[in-house]
């Protein structure tokens, strides 16, 4: 009988780094989908235009949502040890973070609770214990 090989230990740490990041992407594009003009206007009194925020933040929040879903997904197959999958997660999620750095006025300590764990995830599934799992 064949010994089941066990997955590395950085490989699970950035499969639940990318999660977080992913789940943190996606409340927070629910949250700027759903924001209406009454609420920015009790958040703040003087706003010029409140309907071009509104259309701002939807657009922040859709792409935030679609992101998050992506990275949810491909973090999956990048968990099971498809080295395809682990660059374009890779890829994506440094593609991610300068979004986030980007827009960091619009979105505020989202963007950290986001760029951290996305960043220390590209880290941990290049690290050299972590390539025989992607090697196979």
């Given at each position: 009988m064949e010994i089941a090989e066990r997955r590395p230990t950085v490989v699970t740490a950035a499969y639940w780094?990318?999660?977080?990041?992913?789940?943190?992407?996606?409340?927070?594009?629910?949250?700027?989908?759903?924001?209406t003009e009454e609420a920015l206007l009790t958040a703040r009194e003087n706003i010029d235009d409140v309907?071009?925020?509104?259309?701002?933040?939807?657009?922040?929040?859709?792409?935030?949502?679609?992101?998050?879903?992506?990275?949810?997904?491909?973090?999956?197959?990048?968990?099971?040890?498809?080295?395809?999958?682990?660059?374009?997660?890779?890829?994506?999620?440094?593609?991610?973070?300068?979004?986030?750095?980007?827009?960091?006025?619009?979105?505020g300590f989202y963007a950290v609770a986001i760029v951290v764990p996305a960043i220390t995830a590209c880290v941990l599934v290049y690290r050299p214990a972590a390539q025989p799992w992607f090697e196979r």
């Open positions: 780094l990318w999660f977080v990041a992913a789940v943190v992407c996606v409340l927070m594009g629910l949250a700027y989908l759903l924001v309907g071009g925020l509104v259309n701002l933040l939807r657009m922040y929040g859709g792409i935030s949502l679609i992101s998050g879903l992506f990275v949810g997904v491909l973090s999956g197959f990048a968990r099971k040890g498809d080295p395809r999958f682990r660059r374009s997660l890779v890829a994506f999620s440094i593609m991610l973070a300068i979004f986030q750095i980007a827009t960091i006025s619009v979105s």
